[in-house]
């Protein structure tokens, strides 16, 4: 069926649990719960993994209580939507999706994006007909729902810095690769080989579609996940090579833990590059690598977001 209903049924913070219990009742086996009590809460309970919410999300968010499901867009799918939502007596908006657009909308908004001196950024779905300028390296990608699309100011300083940094042939670890976008452009601009590693486990498979799509396969690339901070196992063999160039676009917080182990992964001369980080803790930042015996050696900031990259001192 390629035509749905989205059904919208606002309530209160203090009503959405026992509404999404009676729709349960009811016979809906598909709920979802949106809540700003629980987006505020979900953002205090994972703080360390950022330091800035997108201001426009937060706006979103703003009173939010309902419960949203979904039924097919004909007889069948109103008359379970009426069997649904019997006894209950709550508004509700109605709005038609078709299923293409439902999982396609968002690509309109990624478009080819030159980034530094040599990378253009592709999207998989324009790789046939969006041109390369003249000089530019290609970098294809479909990020889907993991982070690292090019388009934010902390990815763009990072991939600025992978060209200035990432020597022909050289090693490269990328720490919390998300789509693999800094490690692949690596790869793309001449490095030998690359990790990438992130916590989240659906970035692996994404990472290496996106690597795929440029012509690099595992003999050049590894992906796993897990939590360098946690896991000593991983940690350990990660150490067991030296790398070239270690990137790290995450935030403030796990940059600073991370400092610690910088110089276990850095070969001869290696560079530590880092990115993700709110101006107004880029003090901080510079202090925990400094403490970590690390000098940093350039930084460049756009639009409030900072990069380093440091070196043994």
């Known amino acids: 069926m390629d035509q749905w209903l989205e059904i919208s049924i606002n309530t209160t913070d ?11 009742i009811n016979g809906v086996t598909g709920l979802v719960l949106e809540s700003e009590a629980d987006f505020r809460t979900f953002l205090e309970r994972n703080r360390q993994y950022w330091d800035y919410v997108d201001e426009d999300l937060t706006e979103r968010m703003r009173g939010v209580a309902r419960i949203k499901l979904y039924v097919t867009d004909d007889d069948t799918g109103r008359a379970q939507l009426a069997r649904w939502l019997e006894g209950i007596d709550a508004p509700y908006t109605a709005v038609s999706l078709r299923e293409e657009d439902w999982a396609n909308n968002w690509k309109q908004f990624y478009k080819p994006l030159p980034v530094g001196e040599r990378l253009y950024i592709v999207p998989e779905w324009e790789r046939d007909t969006a ?21 934010h100011a902390s990815t763009q300083l990072c991939l600025e810095g992978v060209e200035r940094y990432a020597a022909p042939g050289a090693s490269v670890l990328d720490l919390g690769c998300g789509s693999g976008i800094l490690s692949i452009a690596a790869l793309c601009l001449g490095a030998g080989r690359a990790v990438g590693v992130d916590i989240d486990p659906k970035a692996v498979g994404v990472a290496y579609e996106n690597a795929a799509m440029n012509g690099i396969g595992k003999d050049r690339y590894t992906v796993a996940a897990g939590d360098v901070l946690s896991d000593k196992p991983l940690a350990a063999k990660l150490a067991e090579e030296r790398y070239g160039l270690v990137l790290a676009n995450i ?63």
């Open 14 to 24: 203090g009503e959405i649990d026992a509404l999404a219990d009676a729709l349960t």
């Open 131 to 151: 041109p390369l300028p003249e000089g530019k390296v290609p970098l294809y990608l479909n990020p889907g729902l993991i982070f690292g699309t090019g388009s």
């Open 251 to 313: 935030v403030a917080d796990v940059i600073i833990s991370l400092a610690t182990q910088v110089d276990a992964l850095l070969a001869e001369d290696g560079v530590f590059l880092c990115s993700g980080i709110i101006d107004t803790r880029s003090g901080e930042v510079r202090a925990a690598l400094e403490r970590a015996g690390l000098a940093v050696i350039e930084d460049w900031e756009r639009t409030g977001w900072v990069a380093f990259a440091a070196k043994r001192a």
